[in-house]
């Protein structure tokens, strides 16, 4: 006679057991039954498979049931994570999951791959601890759960590059601990909530690629520590607000191509003295090109094609020696017909014009009838 032997409790993804005409003898070890694998949940945060408890989280003792069960129920919401609910040791050994020094609590959650799909629960609003929640390259969709914004711990967040759908949530403007928001590549709509304003920590904000319509509020002036700005690919319309200017922090980029911008570029951006880009292409924006641009000399990157905007380059343009690639096509603007400008303009790696010609004759801009070169 053949047994089973207890190395059987090793097949963890174990689907199905035939032991048909096997002639065995003896029992099944008790030990085998518990390692089938979960199926369905419940409110304790248990998991069962065919009436059988195979995990549960009074089995853990690395972090509290709250947050155990919080995990649980992200587990069923986006269907299932790869290497969770095979231990009760989370901390440890449960993919993405970092805890603080003695566990207890965990502090960064990191949910990443397009097999997951679902969505996100608002259970995640239980685990109080958080510093960092990475939700990046899945497939999960559905709404941002305002539960996010009791994590008031988070310094990080980033809901990137995935198919969540909805409004920004209002309450993420209490998350004043952020340094980080990155929210790009999705799906969402509505405006931009003027609560991020709060967040005067935040060092990055990303929400570019998504469908996000209405104004820029200006309460975004007071993000004083922000590095970058990255609002391009969305549905932004109305002007570009002046208070951004006082943003002298930005030193990345103020990016805010490919939207539906109107009204004239702020004067006030030539505040922006350490920025390397500035991304203003592919707009509505009409007027002309302010001379106050001239003070961003650390700019690489100068986009402004795309839009209505017409009379010459200013000549204090001449002072943007770091410029590398610099778009004003498909645009009305003309080049003045001056040497120096012309030396600069040509020693620019990449530019995009519009081959016109303008005349200066002192100090009034006279524009001359286009001709192809």
Known sequence: MNQIKLRVITLFVLSSLMLANLNLSGIIPVMAQASLPATNSTSDGSHSSSGINSFSCANVTEITPTECAA????????????????????????????????????????????????????????????????????????????????????????IAESKFTGSIPPVLGNLTQLTILDLDDNQLTGSIPSQLGNLTNLVELYLQDNQLSGSI?????????????????????????????????????????????????????????????????????????????????????????NNPLSGSLPTSLEKLNSLYFFYFNDTDLCEPDMPEFLDWLSSIPQVKGTDRMCGIATGTKIFLPFVRR
């Open 217 to 305: 509020p200006p309460e975004l002036d007071k993000l004083s520590n922000l590095l970058v700005l990255a609002l391009e690919d969305n549905h932004l319309s109305g002007s570009i607000p002046p208070e951004l200017g006082s943003l002298t922090s930005l030193a990345w980029g103020l990016r805010l191509g490919n939207n539906q911008l109107s009204g004239s570029i702020p004067s006030e951006l030539g505040n922006l003295t350490k920025i390397t880009t500035l991304d203003l292409g592919t707009n509505q924006l009409t007027g002309s090109v302010p001379s106050e641009l001239g003070n961003l000399t650390k700019l690489s990157i100068l986009y402004i094609n």
């Open 71 to 158: 995990l649980v129920a992200i587990y069923n919401s986006v269907h299932g994570i790869s290497g969770w609910m095979v231990s009760t040791v989370p901390c440890t050994e449960w993919e993405g999951v970092i805890c603080g020094s003695g566990n207890q609590h965990v502090v960064s959650l990191y949910l990443s791959g397009t097999g997951l799909t679902g969505s996100l629960p608002g259970d995640v609003g239980n685990l109080t601890y958080l510093e960092q929640l990475g939700v990046t390259g899945t497939n999960i969709s559905g709404g941002i759960p305002p539960e996010i914004g009791n994590l008031t711990h988070l310094t990080g967040l980033s």
